[in-house]
């Protein structure tokens, strides 16, 4: 018999089927006016029932509302009806399963909920084995109100322990007061299911009564409706920002592989953020490191499906796109602050194949007056691609080297690679032979040290489960930089990628590699077994140890969490305009999934690029939260300085206005790591309640004053940019936006930047370092709204010190214009400022010209008012 239960665990009804209706008040209420029929409740997978299940109401289903039913495998139709299940082919085999479930199908039914410390929890048992093999037949439910805007609920076996991911810093444990919490929560108990709802509205966020729970040993199944079809996250995928719902599959399983469509990349990331048709919106997390597919219909609904582990869900009720990525931000960790170098140019190549090319490099782009800060080098410095090491004839004099870009205000960072070498002489590669004598590394099935092949031949893994490999590991960071005094570290292969299937000798005929269901992905050379990000902490322990300064890494896998320790790029994009424009929702998703320092390679790794790509990409790229220019070995070179002069003086002008913007965005970053706020901002995420903003992905935010719309089609020398509701400023005039869309000149030598009304940003005269920039005078613009008010602040300290918003050693100032003046307000003060002055002012929206302006008192001399209502002196 079914059974509904609210969250205080009361019955509130008997049968659940279309004798039912909810009300607006989230309360299911039985309808005696229609007609009871409870015959489906005896269905089991066992019984057949061919005949009267599929021409029976309970498989008239419409197609975009089935849920599959063969997810494990392809059945055929008596295959399909022997699980009880319904089969009704459709003309498009792409579409709808012909194989799904009924209405009502025989799941687990759920005991009564009991109190517990943190909430509330009840047993689930099924009374017969589903169709899965090694079917689990009693879970523990655990319902935990970890604050007032976030519900967590666990589904696990309470007999066998099974893996569960316990992120660095645990989650908050907290019990919310039940009266002031922004859901409702519903339990079916037969067959089990749940409702949470938007207390304030009664809106459904999740309904997983849809669908059957399955849980197996490597088969965990749960569907649930959507409450709208406007759906991001879910990555890494090159995709659009929102996803296609129409019977799509994605699959998180981090892997070595170059953004394309339809296939899983480098990270995983089971977070999705709903928006809402009224600007609300929510977000899931599932906690699980497991192989995932997701499975997105447009009924709307999605289905997880995972391969081990538990159900690990928490639910962020918002209410609004900010407060979701917050909460979520809460429980997987806020942003790490980087060092203010780091957000200037980066500039690499695989192919800087000694010191002398090196310097090269780096010189003439200073002597064409590029802005440029950080040089690096690929695996071309490695002896033999060994990591750790470098090479005695093409880059003896590497130390020497970083040390003279430190003495010219420049930093240094090169790759580092997890494989080691598993094949020099004994006693000539400390970092393997060390690693053996302390048993770091990962062993295969038979106990043998599982080998690998990835760029120095066959290869080890370290296992950084083990706290010993983790010091090891850290050990060999100190000992190369007391050799190498690098800036920072660039992580690849990190997936981990290697060259042979799983391992030299290929992977075991067991469970665990060959699982009865493998989710959609194309199965390529990885390490068999789970490697997980630990190996960070070892790696900004070094580094702080070591500098005394604020760490840079940057990785390339990913997973829920790893913007704590360190920025990603978007791997091995193409040299092409499709991977320009797929950049920036790839940008935006990482932004949603807590990593705010993130850029793709400008200009494209893989392939020739061409100056006019080039020159696009670099003003994209110079909006980028992290901007660095890579290119393969193979390639044309794509170093600025290599284009005609026209195409020259358009990236030395995209680079000048990052530079001069850098004040601005750092603050931006110090609001992400202290608040949990983005950077690179979606514009629904800035307004909710436009309904053009939900679906732009070719435009985006920086903060909430922002607006970057880049050109990213060939020839173009315009572009129609949309301009939510507001009045926007751009260098030239202002426009008053409705929400409209605004066909905007846009010659190869410009990016189209807007600043939003009400807001003040702060500026820096750039030079061609962030040393040098750092003590130049600042800038404001200050961007008037219609009532003559705005705002702004900038977050200033030494720029690498660690920890300096946490040990209140840094400088804060409010700037506020209003009343035909504006005004620094220092909320905090620590010297850092004591030099720096303000070199000028732009104010936009100033109606008439002025008659004097007073600076401190005293009259300004030299102003100057523009006809497009701009005041600069």
């Known amino acids: 018999m079914n059974r509904f239960f609210t969250s205080e665990a009361r019955q509130i009804g008997s049968v659940w089927d279309q004798q039912h209706d909810i009300t607006a008040h989230g ?15 005896d269905i089991h997978p066992e019984r057949s029932q061919k005949c009267n299940i599929s021409r029976g109401s309970e498989c008239a289903i419409a197609p975009e509302s089935r849920f599959d039913c063969g997810r494990d495998k392809l059945l055929s139709q008596s295959e399909c009806e022997d699980r009880g299940c319904c089969y009704a082919p459709l003309p498009d085999s792409a579409g709808p399963p012909w194989c799904f479930y009924p209405r009502v199908y025989p799941g687990y039914k759920m005991g009564p909920l009991i109190p517990t410390p943190r909430g509330q929890g009840a047993t689930l048992t099924r009374a017969s084995p589903s169709y899965l093999p090694k079917d689990i037949s009693t879970l523990r439910l655990d319902d935990i109100q970890e604050t007032t805007d976030c519900f967590h609920l666990t589904l696990k076996d309470p007999s066998s322990q099974r893996y569960e991911v316990h992120l660095p810093g645990g989650v908050p444990q907290s019990k919310a007061n039940t009266q002031s919490v922004l859901y409702t929560t519903e339990y079916q108990s037969d067959p089990f299911g749940f409702i949470v709802r938007r207390k304030s509205n009664g809106r459904v966020i999740m309904n ?63 977070f999705y953020i709903v928006q809402e048709e009224d600007g609300l919106a929510h977000g899931v997390f599932l906690l699980n490191s497991n192989a995932i597919e997701v499975i997105l219909q447009p009924t709307p609904a999605l289905t997880w499906v995972s391969t081990g582990g538990i159900l690990d869900l928490y639910i962020f009720l918002g209410p609004d796109p900010q407060s979701v990525i917050r909460q979520y931000l809460q ?77 010219r205000g420049m930093k ?80 690849d292969m990190n997936e981990p990628a290697s060259f042979v299937q799983g391992s030299v000798e290929g992977c075991p005929d067991s469970d665990l590699e060959n699982p009865p269901y493998t989710p959609n992905y194309v199965h390529v050379a990885v390490l068999c077994g789970l490697f997980f990000i630990l190996g960070f ?41 499709e991977q320009l424009r797929f950049s920036i929702p790839a940008v935006l998703q990482f932004s949603l999934f807590g990593v705010p320092l993130v850029g793709a390679d400008t200009c494209g790794f893989g392939g020739n690029t061409t100056e006019e790509l080039c020159v696009r990409w670099m003003q994209l790229g110079a909006f980028y939260p992290f901007m660095r220019n890579h290119n393969d070995k193979p390639n044309a070179p794509q170093e600025p300085y290599v284009f005609g002069q026209r195409a020259q003086a358009a990236m030395r002008s995209a680079l000048y206005l990052r530079y001069s913007l850098l004040p601005f965005l750092y603050t931006l970053f110090h609001h992400a790591h202290a608040s949990a706020e983005t950077v690179a901002r979606p514009l629904f995420m800035e307004f909710p309640n436009d309904p053009n903003s939900r679906t732009i992905d070719k435009q985006f935010l920086w903060g909430s004053s922002l607006l970057i719309s880049p050109v990213l089609e060939q020839g173009a020398v315009e572009l129609a940019a949309y301009l939510p509701p507001a009045t926007w400023y751009s260098l030239h005039n202002p426009f008053y936006s409705k929400g409209q869309f605004l066909l905007l ?60 918003f946490e040990m209140q050693n840094y400088c804060y100032v409010i700037f506020t214009a209003g009343q035909s003046q504006v005004v620094s307000n220092p909320l905090k003060l620590n010297g850092a400022l004591d030099s720096l002055v303000l070199g000028g002012l732009q104010v936009f929206g100033v109606p008439s010209p002025p008659r004097y302006i007073l600076a401190n008192g005293e009259k300004v001399r030299d102003f100057t008012y523009r006809t497009d209502t701009k005041v600069s002196f």
């Open 27 to 41: 309360r299911l209420v039985y309808n005696p006016a229609k007609p009871q029929n409870n015959s489906s409740r």
């Open 208 to 270: 997983t009564t849809v669908a059957p729970l399955l849980f197996a040993d490597q088969y965990l199944q749960l569907s649930t409706t959507l409450a709208s079809s406007f759906v991001s996250g879910l990555g890494e995928h090159y995709t659009s920002l929102l996803l296609d719902l129409n019977w799509t599959s994605l699959t998180l399983w981090n892997r070595d592989m170059a953004p394309h469509a339809d296939a899983n990349l480098y990270g995983s990331h089971p």
């Open 331 to 407: 429980i997987i960790g806020y942003p790490m602050m980087p060092p203010y170098w780091s957000l200037g140019f980066h500039l690499c190549r695989w192919g800087y194949t000694t010191t002398n090319t090196t310097r090269k490099v780096a010189q003439r782009m200073h002597d064409e007056n590029f802005p440029m800060d950080v040089q690096w080098n690929d695996l071309d410095y490695a002896n033999k691609r060994r990591v750790f090491t470098f090479d005695p004839w093409r880059f003896g004099d590497l130390p020497e080297m970083v040390e003279e870009f430190h003495k």
């Open 412 to 491: 240094y960072i090169l790759i580092l690679d997890p494989g080691i070498s598993s094949t020099s002489t004994p006693g000539t590669y400390s970092p393997f032979d060390d690693g053996l004598k302390r048993d770091v590394f990962i062993k295969n099935a038979t106990g043998q040290i599982l080998i690998g092949k990835v760029w120095p031949g066959p290869t080890a893994f370290p296992d950084f489960t083990n706290p010993d490999t983790r010091q090891w590991w850290e050990d060999c960071i100190r000992d190369f930089h007391s050799k190498v005094p690098v800036d920072g570290l660039w992580i």
């Open 537 to 577: 902490v070892p790696i900004l322990s070094a580094l702080l140890k070591i500098r005394r300064k604020r760490p840079f890494v940057l990785s390339r896998s990913s997973f829920p969490g790893i913007g704590r320790f360190s920025g990603v790029w978007t791997g091995d994009v193409r040299s092409d305009w």
């Open 745 to 804: 000149p846009a010659p190869l030598d410009t990016i189209n930047v807007h600043v939003r009304e009400g807001h003040i940003i702060p500026q820096q005269e750039p030079a061609l370092t962030t040393t040098a920039s750092r003590n130049n005078p600042f800038f404001l613009i200050v961007a008037l709204s219609a009532g003559g008010w705005a705002r702004g602040d900038l977050f200033w300290d030494d720029g690498e010190s660690v920890d300096t």
